[in-house]
């Protein structure tokens, strides 16, 4: 079992930039592929982005590609999304997840993981 705890949400204008955290407990954090996934209002939760167990491996979504960053920092238990040249539709809720590193395929599918945070409200103002 691994606990995820997201930080780092806000309400910030156009073009802005907003970092956020999501700190680990429970089992070892390197067991474990993280993502982000966001979902809006009345919409689905899609996927953001994606880091591998060691952080030498990252997957964006197409409409973040350029502007977001995925890392971790695995001494500290933390992943962190770095979100720059912020849009409106960017605003959601965005959930840190986590999944089993023996799994290689289907990171994008909120189905494949099993641990999620309880969300942070990024509101973006145009």
């Known amino acids: 079992q691994v606990q995820l705890v997201e930080s780092g949400g806000g309400l910030v204008q156009a073009g802005a930039s907003l970092r956020l955290s999501c700190a680990a407990s429970?089992?070892?954090?390197?067991?474990?592929?993280m993502a982000w996934f966001r979902q809006a209002p009345g919409k689905e939760r899609d996927f953001v982005a994606a880091?591998?167990?060691?952080?030498?491996?990252?997957y964006y979504a197409d409409s973040v590609k350029g502007r977001f960053t995925i890392s971790r920092d695995n001494a500290k238990n933390t992943v962190y999304l770095q979100m720059n040249s912020l849009k409106p539709e960017d605003t959601a809720v965005y959930y840190c997840?986590?999944?089993?590193?023996?799994?290689?395929?289907?990171?994008?599918?909120?189905?494949?993981?099993?641990?999620w945070g309880q969300g942070t409200q990024v509101t973006v103002s145009s």
């Open positions: 880091i591998n167990w060691s952080g030498s491996s990252t």
């Open positions: 997840a986590a999944r089993s590193r023996a799994y290689e395929l289907g990171f994008t599918k909120t189905d494949n993981y099993p641990y």
């Open positions: 429970g089992r070892t954090f390197s067991d474990y592929t």
